[in-house]
């Protein structure tokens, strides 16, 4: 299985943190969290991201500060970087945000779909730009494929139409194959754990994909009383 892109992830509110790493993840990415800028200085030379979501205001330093200081460095060119601020700004901060190296910004609290979608066309970008390698953007397990940027599934060379749920479901099924899924952890992953769900939804968009996949959907097994488990 191919690894996906990772996204850095700088904020010292461990709710947002948590959120953002849930909903990347679940889109097939690598996230790493720091909340600080000391720990982000460490990741950052341990691999160069292709995405960097930083706060305005991190402890030490500021987000600009950490963005001015990436761009001048000519490997760290490429990196998509989005901007937050849960601080109460002005129209002219987001012209100060872009013009500091930022390619978007964002005020908290954010809609997490509008922040999916600028995290996936920075992306985009960098594979238009040649920057990136569109395997980056693909999950595959034998002749399974999901093509995360186009939200396409292949079976074989079938194309199956999923909705966005049952999209998402199979994706975090990708991400961590041959481990036992719970029920309850698929909710909180997929579904971010609303309270009015039971674990039976689960059953009922696995018993979907699996329909749609056809043969490849007996890969998605049951484990009794827990949960699923993806095998090879």
């Not at 460490?42 to 330093?61: A, G, H, N, S």
């Not at 199979?170 to 036992?180: G, H, I, S």
Request: proline fraction near 5%; hydrophobic fraction near 40%.
């Amino acid at each position: 299985m191919r690894r996906g892109p990772l996204a850095l992830v700088a904020d010292d509110d461990n709710e947002v943190c948590e959120m953002i790493r849930l909903l990347l993840e679940s889109q097939g990415m690598r996230v790493q969290v720091a909340p600080d800028t000391d720990k982000l200085q460490r990741l950052l030379r341990e691999e160069t991201p292709r995405v960097l979501i930083v706060d305005w205001y991190l402890p030490k330093r500021s987000g600009l500060e950490v963005i001015k200081s990436l761009r001048q460095e000519k490997g760290n060119k490429d990196i998509g970087v989005i901007l937050i601020s849960g601080k109460a700004t002005m129209p002219q901060d987001t012209v100060v945000a872009l013009e500091s190296g930022a390619d978007d910004y964002l005020f908290k609290p954010f809609d997490p779909r509008i922040l999916l979608a600028r995290v996936q066309a920075l992306i985009r970008r960098q594979i238009w730009m040649g920057a990136g390698s569109e395997e980056d953007s693909v999950l595959s397990s034998g002749k399974l494929q999901v093509q995360l940027l186009e939200r396409r599934v292949l079976a074989g060379e079938r194309p199956v139409s999923l909705t966005r749920l049952e999209f998402e479901l199979l994706v975090y099924f990708l991400r961590n194959p041959q481990r036992t899924l719970g029920r309850r952890e698929l909710l909180e992953a997929v579904w971010k754990y609303p309270d009015d769900l039971e674990t039976r939804t689960v059953d009922k968009h696995v018993e979907n994909i699996r329909r749609k996949l056809g043969s490849i959907g007996k890969r998605v097994e049951t484990v009794p009383t827990i949960g699923y488990r993806l095998v090879d």
